[in-house]
T-cell receptor, first 115, second 109 residues
Framework: DAGVTQSPTHLIKTRGQQVTLRCSPK?????VSWYQQALGQGPQFIFQ???????QRGNFPDRFSGHQFPNYSSELNVNALLLGDSALYLC??????????????FGPGTRLTVT | EDQVTQSPEALRLQEGESSSLNCSYTVSGLRGLFWYRQDPGKGPEFLFTLYSAGEEKEKERLKATLTKKESFLHITAPKPEDSATYLCAVRGYGQNFVFGPGTRLSVLP
C-alpha cells in the first residue's frame, strides 16, 4: 500500500521565481492538506483540498495557490518566491473530509531553498 | 483561535529513564488530538489520536493520555531509537489541524 508521495525531494530556487510541488495521497484518501514547516517549528497549515476545491485556508498570502486533480493528487504553487519561503513543505492526506477520525498521514516533504 | 503549546522544548534522557512530554491546548470544540513523531528532514509519522478526556492509548513504549486542557505522552524505558521530535496537533470545529512547536527528545545510550 503506497503511502503519501511528494516530488521533488529537494529544490533550489531564486527570489522572484515560481515553484510547483506535487503530492499523491495515500491509497483510499481523497483529502489533501499542505503545510509549511520552518526549521525548528511545527507545521503551519496552508490549505486543504477536497473534491478539487480549496475548502480551508490558513494565514498565507495569495502567492500560495493549489490545485487538486480528479485522481486526488495535488499541486502547491508559490509565486514571487521570498527568502522566507525556504522551508520543508509537507503534504498530508486523509479520508473523507467529514469523517470523524480524519487522521492525517504525511509524505516525506519537499525541502525548498530560496537563494 | 486554536492554540497548542508543548513542553519541554527539548529533553535529554538516559536509556531506560522514563519521562513525560506535555501538550497544552485551547480549541473550540475538540474533534481530535493527535501525536506525531518526526525524524530530522522527514515527514511526521502518525502515532495516536485521542478524542475525549480520560482516553488513553498505548504503542510499545509510548502511552498518550488526554484531559480537557492537555495531553501527555509518557515514554517508558526509552531507547536511543526513540530519539525524535514529538509533535502534538489539535483539530477543532474549524477542522484544520493546528500543530505545536514540538519537543525534541534525545535518548542517550
Amino acid at each position: 500500500d503506497a503511502g503519501v508521495t511528494q516530488s521533488p525531494t529537494h529544490l533550489i530556487k531564486t527570489r522572484g521565481q515560481q515553484v510547483t510541488l506535487r503530492c499523491s495521497p495515500k491509497s483510499g484518501h481523497d483529502t489533501v492538506s499542505w503545510y509549511q514547516q520552518a526549521l525548528g517549528q511545527g507545521p503551519q497549515f496552508i490549505f486543504q483540498y477536497y473534491e478539487e476545491e480549496e475548502r480551508q485556508r490558513g494565514n498565507f498570502p495569495d502567492r500560495f495557490s493549489g490545485h487538486q486533480f480528479p485522481n486526488y493528487s495535488s499541486e502547491l504553487n508559490v509565486n514571487a518566491l521570498l527568502l522566507g519561503d525556504s522551508a520543508l513543505y509537507l503534504c498530508a492526506s486523509s479520508g473523507r473530509l467529514r469523517q470523524a477520525s480524519h487522521e492525517q498521514y504525511f509524505g516525506p516533504g519537499t525541502r525548498l531553498t530560496v537563494t | 483561535e486554536d492554540q497548542v503549546t508543548q513542553s519541554p522544548e527539548a529533553l535529554r534522557l538516559q536509556e531506560g529513564e522514563s519521562s513525560s512530554l506535555n501538550c497544552s491546548y485551547t480549541v473550540s470544540g475538540l474533534r481530535g488530538l493527535f501525536w506525531y513523531r518526526q525524524d530530522p528532514g522527514k515527514g511526521p509519522e502518525f502515532l495516536f489520536t485521542l478524542y475525549s478526556a480520560g482516553e488513553e492509548k498505548e504503542k510499545e513504549r509510548l502511552k498518550a493520555t488526554l484531559t480537557k486542557k492537555e495531553s501527555f505522552l509518557h515514554i517508558t524505558a526509552p531507547k536511543p531509537e526513540d530519539s525524535a521530535t514529538y509533535l502534538c496537533a489539535v483539530r477543532g470545529y474549524g477542522q484544520n489541524f493546528v500543530f505545536g512547536p514540538g519537543t525534541r527528545l534525545s535518548v542517550l545510550p
